[in-house]
C-alpha cells in the first residue's frame, strides 16, 4: 500500500548511492513569465511558494544538528558508511538550501517582501536552539522533518502526482530533483539518532514539535501571500481548506504516512520510492538528468 516493501529491514539498500548533484533552475525567470506558476491557480501556488520558504533555515537547522551530534559522539565511533552519507547530506542539503533561497529572493522581488522578515525569524530561532536545546533533541526534530520530505516523494507518486505535473517546467524539475536526494538521505539522520542512542520518546517529541512547526510556519505564510494578492477571500479561504484537509487533501493523504515514524520499530526504509519515483515522472527525469549530466 504504501510502497515496494524492502526485504532487509533497518538498513539502507545495498544499492544505494547518494549524490549532491549541482544544478540550476530558472525560478525567478519563470516566475515572472506567470506568478501563479501552478495550474494558474494562486492557492496552489502560494502554498509551494509558502512551504518551500521554510526549507533554507529549515535545512541548516537539519545540518547543524546532524554536525552537532555527530562531533559528539565523535567520527571515530560511527560507521565508515554513515560518515561519508552525514557528509553527502549536508552537501546534498546545502545545495537544497541554496535553490530554495534563490525561490525566496525570487518571491520577495515580485513584491511579497515579509519573506524577508520570515526567514529573518526562522533564523533567530534556529540560532537560539543551536545555543539552547541539546542536539540530540535538535536531531530528533531533524530525524521527523526528513521523514515529513521523503513522505513528501511517497505523497507525490501514489496520491497526488497532478502537484507535480501541474507545476511549470522549472518547478516541476525542481521539486523531483528535491524529492529524489530526500528519499536518498531520508534515513540519514535516522540512523545517526540511533547511534546518539536517542529513544522512542524523544524521538516522539520530536515529531510532533516538527508538526506543529511546520503547520505554523506554512499556514502564517500561506495566509499572507494570499493576503498581499488581495485574493484571502472566502472562496479562497475554503479552496486553502480543501487543499490541505479535503478528501484528497495534502494533509489528509499524508497524515497517514507520516504516522508510520511512530511504530517503535520503525526504520525509513522500510519502503524505497527511489525506482517508483523515477518510473511516475519519467519523461521529466529525462529532461532533469540531460541537466544533471550536463551540470556536473
Ligand atoms: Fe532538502
Ligand atoms: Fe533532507
Redesign the pocket.
Known amino acids: 500500500m504504501f510502497g515496494m516493501k524492502v526485504k532487509k529491514k533497518q538498513s539502507a539498500p545495498t544499492d544505494l548511492t547518494i549524490d549532491a548533484r549541482k544544478v540550476e533552475f530558472p525560478l525567478a525567470e519563470d516566475m515572472a513569465k506567470n506568478r501563479y506558476w501552478h495550474s494558474n491557480d494562486p492557492v496552489v501556488t502560494h502554498f509551494f511558494n509558502a512551504l518551500q520558504s521554510t526549507f533554507p533555515e529549515g535545512?541548516r537547522f537539519?545540518i547543524d544538528s546532524a554536525r552537532d551530534v555527530r562531533d559528539k559522539i565523535g567520527k571515530e565511533n560511527l560507521p565508515e558508511v554513515l560518515k561519508r552519507h552525514i557528509d553527502v547530506f549536508i552537501r546534498?542539503?546545502a545545495f537544497?538550501g541554496q535553490h530554495h533561497e534563490h525561490w525566496t529572493q525570487a518571491l520577495i522581488d515580485a513584491g511579497y517582501g515579509r519573506m524577508d522578515a520570515f526567514s529573518d525569524e526562522l533564523k533567530k530561532m534556529r540560532l537560539w536552539a543551536k545555543e539552547n536545546v541539546p542536539a540530540e533533541t535538535r536531531l530528533s526534530m531533524t530525524s521527523a522533518s526528513?521523514h515529513f520530505?521523503a513522505s513528501m516523494a511517497h505523497f507525490f507518486i501514489y496520491k497526488r502526482p497532478d502537484l507535480i505535473r501541474g507545476a511549470s517546467e522549472p518547478f516541476q524539475q525542481l521539486l523531483l530533483y528535491h524529492a529524489l536526494e530526500?528519499v536518498e538521505?531520508k534515513a540519514v539522520c535516522f540512523d545517526l539518532y540511533q547511534e546518539s542512542k536517542g529513544g522512542y520518546r524523544l524521538r516522539m517529541l520530536g515529531l510532533l514539535i516538527s508538526s506543529v512547526d511546520i503547520m505554523k510556519h506554512v499556514s502564517e505564510r500561506h495566509i499572507y501571500l494570499l493576503k498581499k494578492d488581495g485574493l484571502w477571500n472566502l472562496s479562497n479561504r475554503v479552496k486553502a481548506m480543501n487543499l490541505i484537509w479535503g478528501r484528497k487533501g495534502i494533509a489528509t493523504q499524508l497524515i497517514p504516512y507520516v504516522l508510520t515514524y511512530t511504530k517503535p520499530n520503525f526504520h525509513p526504509w522500510e519502503t524505497d520510492e527511489r525506482v517508483k519515483l523515477r518510473a511516475s515522472f519519467e519523461d521529466i527525469f529525462q529532461q532533469l538528468d540531460a541537466k544533471m549530466a550536463t551540470a556536473s
Do not use: G, L, Y
Open positions: 535545512e537539519f546534498q542539503e537544497h526528513e520530505t530526500e538521505h
